[in-house]
């Protein structure tokens, strides 16, 4: 490796950020003159560290408030941070807020101007870089204009033509994809992967997991100030989606899921237990057993029975759960004819295992339900919960995938 | 006391090192005053000119201040002008300052840029908008015969003025961010001030020495004294071009030392 791809373009280590906030403006005066302390701390920003290699790109994901922008601000520089240090190396160029140093009654080409002095480009780049700046933000009718008079897809062009046109070392971008037309989105998401392609480094801040996973090599996730995790953005998409599909369901997973290896120590209100479960395995098409699943591979679902109970006529079922009480998918040999065991003895050990092919999991953890029901498939005489199981997330967004296949006819007349 | 020294030299080093972004600032907020009104440079122009007619009729009129001896028999009309277009300039941008970053805001808390521009630009506009008044009084006065070889001080004096003003302006703007109340306060200073610099009236109208003495500490006085002496005499006193220069320094690297330490709080504040 040379020493260029070693050197980080952003090195980050022990962040916070912490705001006084004070109940009156004056408390801040007084606060200096009486020393007594007047504020409540507000920790927005605690123990954040990460590194952006030099030339990758990283996004920033958390909920509303989780302390994203204070990052920017902070990487931007115009917050200071509490402790911790912040390395920067190369110039940077950002769009926190769309147009922000453009004054309202100047034209496009005025304000052209000015942004670009602001964020430091030389004098003799100038008139070629607005010519570019022009061209690329489709404004050519309007440049002369007050910017007063653009709309906020226009604003929002020429504010994004200007900071990806001044050719940083590192572009900050916070939303500003979410306006402007899909057809200038698709412009920007060009000029940024172009951007990568050049090897040079994006910070992106953005609530479009799309946009996360085709832009960005690393994804940086936050919650209420904390990196909760950092690491391909793939991976780190897939279990923020995750998170967020589970503070739906009203139940915490964990506390949930009876404890699988616990066998025994079941609550079993039944006088005479008619059956037990003596194991329930998850094992990949090789027979052998995982914890992590990828999507669109096979699983096998194993379970060994033991009878406790003659006269048992029993039906068989798996599901995949999300929690105790959130099935995904369900199988139950029910519904299939061919399947009857008959009557089983004390003593019996049925081993029943089912073929699950192409999981449509995209992400997320999940559990495996066995168990054991009377023949009308109500009463269940006994069920086990297998260990968790992880999906090895991939790219694309939603919970599921599925199995496709692309066809693509072009017409000739 | 190298952080004291290192912050003060980029300072003083502002307008060198950041020539372009202090040009556009100061182009765009010149321009800004007259793009958006129909009346453009003719407002910039009508205040000064109404006030001094004003007082110009309520002293020279009303009152019967006599034109002053200490300046040769000098009308009282050009008493005044010669004294108020400078305070005018003054006045302006201490009157602005205490919105100079507040107005910025937006800009300040989302773009990393050199923040001591803003005082820098917001002293520059004022003054180069009522040097255009002055420059006019002064090409009246010469036609009228008042020219004397002297006269080339006088960008000297107004640039100490111009250090003066914006040691100031950088001082209020960087303390209106943590209190808003000074903006109320500073209009009814500067207006106070007016009334205690020998601005409508000669100095030697004050009676008592012991008062008058005072007034001499007023910078304001210097600087105003010296325009006169120069563009009405031909000569200078000593004593207003120390205080000038002393005061001029003082307020400058004070202010400036001031903005630039409490600079690094802005995007909390703002």
């Not at chain 1, 992106?204 to 085709?214: A, N, R, T, V």
């Not at chain 1, 209420?224 to 391909?232: A, D, I, L, N, W």
Request: proline share 3%.
């Amino acid at each position: 490796m040379s020493d260029k791809a070693l050197k980080p373009s952003v090195l980050v280590q022990n962040l916070a950020k912490t705001f006084k906030l004070y109940e009156h403006p004056q408390d801040r005066l007084l606060e200096l003159i009486f020393r007594t302390k007047r504020h409540e701390n507000y920790e927005a920003l605690q123990d954040v560290s990460f590194a952006i290699p030099d030339g990758k790109s990283v996004g920033i994901i958390g909920a509303n408030g989780a302390g994203k922008s204070t990052l920017l601000k902070l990487l931007v520089g115009t917050l200071q941070p509490t402790s911790g240090d912040i390395k920067i190396n190369g110039q940077i160029a950002a769009l926190l807020a769309l147009g922000a140093g453009f004054h309202p009654d100047f034209t496009g080409r005025k304000n052209i101007h000015l942004n670009a002095s602001l964020l430091g480009v030389p004098a003799e780049n100038i008139l070629q870089l607005e010519r570019e700046i022009i061209e690329f933000s489709e404004l050519s009718q309007f440049i002369d204009r007050p910017v007063k008079t653009y709309s906020t897809g226009m604003y929002v062009r020429l504010a994004f033509s200007i900071a990806t046109m001044v050719r940083p070392d590192i572009l900050i971008i916070d939303e500003a994809l979410s306006v402007g037309d899909m057809a200038f989105q698709k412009k920007c998401v060009t000029r940024m992967n172009q951007f990568r392609l050049n090897a040079k480094s994006m910070v992106l801040c953005s609530h479009s997991m799309f946009h996360i996973q085709e832009l960005c090599d690393f994804t940086l996730w936050i919650d209420q100030g904390r990196v909760k995790e950092f690491g391909e953005s793939e991976k780190v998409v897939g279990h923020y989606e995750d998170f967020n599909n589970k503070k739906k369901s009203y139940n915490s997973i964990r506390e949930d899921i009876p404890e699988a290896k616990s066998a025994t120590g079941q609550k079993n209100n039944k006088e005479i237990q008619e059956c037990r479960i003596n194991s329930l395995s998850v094992c990949n098409e090789k027979n052998k057993e995982v914890t992590e699943v990828k999507p669109l591979s096979t699983l096998i679902l194993k379970m060994q029975i033991e009878v406790l109970a003659d006269n048992i006529n029993g039906h068989f079922g798996f599901a995949f759960m999300r929690s105790a009480e959130e099935p995904i998918s369900s199988f139950l040999s029910t519904n299939s004819e061919n399947i009857n065991l008959g009557e089983c003895k004390k003593g019996d050990v049925i081993t029943v295992s089912l073929l699950v092919e192409k999981i449509a999991m995209r992400n997320g953890e999940f559990f495996v339900l066995g168990g054991l029901a009377d023949k009308s498939g109500l009463l269940w005489y006994e069920t086990k919960f297998s260990s968790a199981l992880s999906v090895t997330s991939t790219k694309g967004v939603g919970p599921l995938i599925m199995d496709s296949t692309w066809t693509i006819e072009k017409q000739d007349d | 006391m190298f952080i004291t020294f290192q912050l003060v030299h980029e300072w003083i080093l502002t307008p060198i090192s950041h020539t372009r972004l202090v040009k556009n600032f100061t182009r765009q907020d010149f321009s800004a005053q007259f793009t958006a009104s129909v009346g453009g440079v003719f407002w910039l122009l009508l205040t000064p000119i109404a006030n001094i007619t004003i007082y110009a009729f309520v002293f020279s009129y009303i009152f019967k201040v006599r034109a002053v001896e200490d300046f040769g028999e000098t009308s009282f009309v050009l008493f005044l002008m010669i004294g108020y277009l400078p305070w005018f300039a003054f006045a302006e941008s201490i009157g602005k300052s205490t919105s100079l970053l507040l107005d910025k805001a937006a800009l300040i808390t989302k773009v990393k840029f050199p923040v001591q521009v803003l005082p820098l630009s917001g002293t520059l506009v004022p003054y180069l908008t009522h040097t255009i008044g002055i420059v006019l009084l002064l090409i009246y006065l010469a036609i009228n015969g008042y020219a004397n070889v002297m006269w080339v001080i006088l960008p000297a004096i107004l640039f100490l003025q111009f250090i003066f003003t914006m040691g100031l302006v950088a001082l209020l703007c960087s303390l209106s961010v943590f209190l808003r109340d000074l903006q109320q306060l500073v209009a009814l200073l500067i207006s106070v001030w007016f009334f205690l610099t020998p601005i409508i009236y000669p100095i030697n109208m004050i009676q008592s020495d012991v008062v008058r003495s005072y007034f001499l500490w007023n910078p304001m006085h210097s600087f105003i004294n010296l325009y006169r002496e120069i563009i009405l005499l031909g000569e200078i006193s000593v004593i207003n071009l120390q205080i000038s220069i002393v005061f001029a320094a003082t307020s400058y690297l004070i202010g400036g030392w001031l903005f630039m330490k409490i600079r690094p709080a802005f995007g909390d504040v703002l």
